[in-house]
């Protein structure tokens, strides 16, 4: 556990933790695909934020799966999230930005 993260909830290293450890759960990326292409975490599908409304229901076809979402900074995650539920998925979390992520990056 990070040092904020009993006060600020849990840190971005430990939700990709979280992540990797829960069944059917799918880690996506919200970035553009240049953001992606420069450095993203391990295992994170890239579904940019403005392709989530036309494409979610075919790339992300469980709406009961554990989704969790990240971004640079937190902000668009959060409208990812956003918007997801209003599609009716019931299991999103926002991870939060990659800004504040503290392990290696696929490239």
Do not use: K
């Not at 695909?33 to 392709?51: C, F, K, N, Q, T």
Request: hydrophobic share 40%; with cysteine; charged share 20%.
């Amino acid at each position: 556990m990070s040092l904020f993260s009993g006060i600020f909830g849990p840190s971005i290293n430990e939700l990709a933790a979280q992540a990797r450890e829960t069944p059917g759960s799918v880690m996506i990326d919200v970035r553009s695909p240049e953001e992606y292409r420069d450095g993203h975490i391990e295992g994170a599908l890239s579904i940019p934020l403005v392709s989530i409304p036309a494409t979610a229901s075919e790339r992300l076809p469980d709406r009961d799966a554990p989704i969790f979402a990240y971004c640079f900074s937190g902000a668009r995650s959060a409208q990812a999230v956003r918007e997801l539920e209003r599609q009716g998925y019931t299991n999103v979390v926002n991870m939060g930005g990659i800004g504040r992520w503290s392990g290696p990056l696929v490239r």
